[in-house]
């Protein structure tokens, strides 16, 4: 098997070709998110290895050579796909002057899981998604079976805003509403999780509203919105995007309720297991000095159990280059983007 750049026809039916990757797909594979990014200065690759396809996103660094990220990729399934595919993705990089291949496949995270990618030689590095450890929720039967699954304080809580008059709503991706969410989301962060700046987060929540694949929603007490959420539904995954509540809460479960919207959302759109995206690690779930407790707690709301993933590696392709970007150009980049454009490289 070789691996080659994609044809204009499979880009052109990009999105079937990725659902169809062993791992059923990934929305961070996807056109849309290509396209995204292709808007923020990456180059998108479309890369095609027998059946599996894979996006790269692709930077050149003066000097170095060229940096491709596979973002939640490659989609592969088992470390043994992963070692099948790595000659020629190497082979590949370095006759396009690639000096490094940052990877990041959903593999579930295990000693056995991290010994055989140690054995690849690869090198473990600060996830770049949100979701390396993270809550999902089987959505696969019916919305009654899907209610009792949900753990009992979730239960409580969705029963208890609609009780006190909760109302969610399924709303256009208006500029208005964008930028009524986009402050909502802001005031959310406070420091605690990065923000890209609105218009990134405008073009998202339109394009994928716009391909079908993207729901802004709000919950109102009476004609004040107290939360907002963004989801998107991709063939058998659904993932909640973005999230966001007013600080003084004056009823309670809002938020609760409107991830059940959400849900009977995505069950419309055949969606089986849905991402909550993004969870402190399993080991560190009940800690309450970690930074992201609270949004640990919230989803755990709904399902205990926390999924940990691998996280991050990168392939190294020229050895000398790689060493001088770690050592010095991916610290003055990442501190260049911060100053100047208020967020990350990736």
Excluded at 175 to 196: H, I, P, W
Excluded at 198 to 223: E, H, I, M, P
Aim: include cysteine; aromatic fraction near 12%; hydrophobic fraction near 35%.
């Amino acid at each position: 098997m070789t691996i080659r750049f994609a044809t204009p026809t499979e880009i052109a039916q990009w999105n079937s070709l990725v659902l169809n990757n062993p791992d059923r797909g990934n929305i961070l594979q996807g056109k849309e998110f290509a396209d995204q990014k292709q808007e923020d200065g990456w180059t998108p690759r479309y890369l095609r290895y027998d059946s599996l396809v894979i996006l790269i996103l692709e930077k050149r660094v003066f000097g170095l050579g060229g940096i491709w990220y596979a973002p939640k990729g490659p989609g592969i399934s088992t470390t043994r796909e992963l070692k099948k595919l790595l000659p020629k993705l190497r082979k590949l990089a370095a006759e396009h002057n690639v000096f490094m291949i940052k990877v990041e496949p959903e593999l579930s995270e295990s000693d056995e899981t991290r010994s055989d990618l140690m054995k690849l030689e690869l090198v473990r590095v600060r996830p770049i998604q949100p979701n390396f450890s993270t809550i999902t929720l089987d959505i696969s039967d019916n919305l009654t079976s899907v209610m009792a699954h949900l753990n009992q304080k979730g239960r409580h809580a969705i029963n208890r805003a609609k009780r006190d008059g909760v109302q969610t709503r399924m709303v256009d991706a208006t500029d208005d509403n964008c930028r009524f969410m986009y402050d909502l989301l802001v005031a959310t962060a406070a420091g605690s999780f990065a923000v890209r700046d609105y218009d990134y987060y405008k073009r998202f929540w339109q394009r994928y509203a716009s391909n079908g694949l993207g729901q802004l929603f709000f919950a109102y007490v009476d004609t004040d919105v107290v939360a907002g959420a963004y989801a998107i539904a991709f063939g058998e995954k659904g993932t909640y995007k973005d999230g966001a509540s007013i600080r003084e809460r004056t009823v309670y479960g809002a938020s609760h309720l409107l991830q059940w919207q959400i849900i009977e959302w995505m069950k419309a759109k055949g969606v089986n297991i849905y991402d909550l995206c993004g969870a402190p690690p399993s080991s560190q779930i009940k800690n309450p000095d970690h930074p992201h407790y609270g949004i640990g707690r919230f989803k755990t709301s709904f399902n205990k159990k926390v999924t940990d993933y691998v996280g991050a590696y990168d392939i190294i392709i020229n050895p000398t280059a790689y060493k001088l970007w770690r050592k010095f150009g991916e610290r003055l980049i990442m501190k260049l983007y911060r100053i100047f454009k208020h967020h990350g490289y990736y």
